[in-house]
């Protein structure tokens, strides 16, 4: 009798876990109770609610919506390797439409019990964050989270308007960090002491009232970046990215329109290096200031100093406005209509990234490499070149149609499976046949 009831319990704990969707708290700011329990049907109303009765490898979903007041602001992980997310963090609707907005009164997240890399914050917006000490809209201090496909915006401090890295190895992927500000340094991102690692990031229209519109390296603050795009950073000095005692590397990425009084796109200074290779900057080394004791390892065969022809870009108009995908005759993707479109120019940005970089999540056709700035290496990318020319040669001809036809009947995620259905076959074959005798003029 006794291990009959021992079994039902175990059946019980069992269901109920299931029940709570196997590690998922659930979030919902209309959940029909206060302060509700976190089931699906009984979702938390407040994140840090949600975030107390975790452990480690446990989920936070937070259903769309505003979420502002106490509990929704502050949010502090304590030192468990969580993961926080939206309900479809690859949905950029509901990334917009999921917010956490401490409307001015404390700061985003705030993470300082040595976090590492399985604590992971995912599609979400964060605005109207604001600290009168550091990092505005995230915090690092000891601690390194992963942040991923999220937006920070219009959120200020003294010392890094969105974030802050401190003693941090955090890593931010797919970001977007715009319009914020700080009173001294670091609009964008402020770090000291370790190595914060960004990738695929747009970092635009931030301001820093002393160094650093984008980006502020200070004291072996050494960020490595990868495919971002950094525009329209205002600063005293380094509109871009200002290094101070730090060590800076970047690899196919975009500075521009960056704007300060010593500079523009980047500054160096006190015993700091840059190691900048297949980047565009604005106005090539004349837009790198590099004072005494410092080193710029430019690599002048690979970065590049033209318009990146973005797809909407005007340093003066509405940053609302601004679409940093790059200008294509051959496609490009536009997240207004969702759809691909063409445009009259051909950005030199697009397959110009570095040749060791992984270029296949880009959609065909392209040069077989990745393109900078910040949608290259992504299935964003915009494209380049013909679907038939397989080898990449500017034309569509025979060579082609043997590399078609040794993949003939071939399963999988191949560039010479040209309608995407999964097969190399007959329907592929019509497409080539269509662009036949193509050449790239």
Known sequence: MKRKGVLILLILVSLTYISNGAGIIYVDVNGPNDPGSGSFSDPFRRIQEAINTTSNGDIVEIREGIYTGQGNYNLDTKGKNITIRSTDPEDANVVTNTIIDPSKAGRGFYFHSDEDANCVVSGLTLRNAQTLGYGGGIYCDGSSPTIVNCTITNSSAQLGGALYCYDSNSKFESCTISNNYSTSDGAGLECWWGNPELINCIISNNQAGGNGGGIDCW???NPIITNCTIVANHAFSGGGIYCDNSELISKSSILWANNSNMGKQLTLVSNSTASISYCDVQ???EGVHTGAGCTLIWDSNSNINTDPCFASFYPNSDPNMWDFHLQSAYGRWDPNSEIWVTDSNTSLCIDAGDPNSDWAAEPWPNGKRINMGAYGGTNQASMNGNP??????????????????GKWGYEGSLIENLNNNGTVDFADLRIFAENWLWYQE
């Open 219 to 221: 004291m072996n603050g």
């Open 283 to 285: 106005d090539g080394e």
């Open 388 to 405: 038939g020319d397989f080898n990449i040669d500017g034309e569509v001809n025979f060579e082609d149609f043997c590399e078609l036809a």
